[in-house]
């Protein structure tokens, strides 16, 4: 599985757009690109997943580019409540085994 | 998607003693996994809980000290053996669902205490 290099925190104000680079040189042409949110005291909770290009959804964006080595979760203008530890994944398609790396917290600040 | 019970969300036991923890989920699922979780720090893969076959472990971690049963494709236990303070953790199951992607889904957690 391709290890993954995150940020070990970020600092934010509400309401800003917060950017979280992950670098992952050695990903394979299966893997798929995932990330994931977790609260304190709560399991991780899928955020958004993409292979290439950009993905979209009701939460967040992801951009991948075009050599796949790196990826960046785009939170738009974040909340107090976005205040949690952000872990990007590497794993081929149906690769359920999930490793996780660091993580970057992130702090929300009012 | 997948909705994961564990059972206990918290215990605090005596060294020395051992402790099974559930993990119940609301549709049949391909894969199950159990991860530890020690303050501040990232999840740690435990092992993968087979269907009908014995476990399969990460480097680290063995057996005797982690027995894991999985009877069916709804319900796993991950017992913590002869538990000393070092196994003072949060420990999740974690469900894939086998489709193409790789979308895993969590339990709430059991924090365990090791007195």
């Known amino acids: 599985l391709a290890k993954t290099t995150q940020p070990i925190s970020m600092d934010s104000y509400e309401g800003q757009e917060v950017n979280i680079t992950c670098s992952h040189n050695?990903?394979?042409?299966?893997?798929?690109i995932t990330w994931y949110q977790q609260f304190p005291s709560q399991g991780p909770r899928f955020i958004i997943q993409?292979?290439?290009t950009k993905v979209t959804n009701e939460v967040a964006s992801l951009f991948i580019p075009a050599d796949r080595k790196s990826s960046t979760l785009s939170l738009p203008r974040v909340s107090l409540s976005d205040t949690a530890v952000y872990y990007c994944?590497?794993?081929?398609?149906?690769?359920?085994?999930?490793?996780f790396g660091a993580g970057t917290r992130l702090f929300v600040k009012a | 998607s997948a909705v994961i019970s564990q059972k206990p969300s918290r215990d605090i036991c005596q060294r020395g003693t051992s402790l099974t923890i559930q993990c119940q989920v609301d549709?049949?699922?391909?894969?199950m996994f159990w991860y530890r979780q020690q303050p501040g720090q990232s999840l740690t893969l435990i092992a993968t809980?087979?269907?009908?076959?014995?476990?399969?472990?990460e480097s680290g971690f063995v057996i005797d000290k982690f027995p894991i049963s999985r009877p069916n494709l709804t319900f796993s236990t991950l017992t913590v053996s002869n538990m000393s303070p070092e196994d003072s953790s949060i420990y999740l199951c974690?469900?894939?669902?086998?489709?193409?992607?790789?979308?895993?889904?969590f339990g709430q957690g059991t924090r365990l205490t090791v007195v």
């Open positions: 974690s469900v894939g669902l086998g489709h193409e992607n790789t979308e895993a889904f």
């Open positions: 549709s049949q699922v391909t894969m």
């Open positions: 050695n990903i394979a042409t299966n893997d798929y």
């Open positions: 809980a087979n269907q009908g076959s014995e476990a399969t472990y």
């Open positions: 994944l590497v794993a081929p398609t149906g690769g359920f085994k999930t490793i």
């Open positions: 993409g292979y290439k």
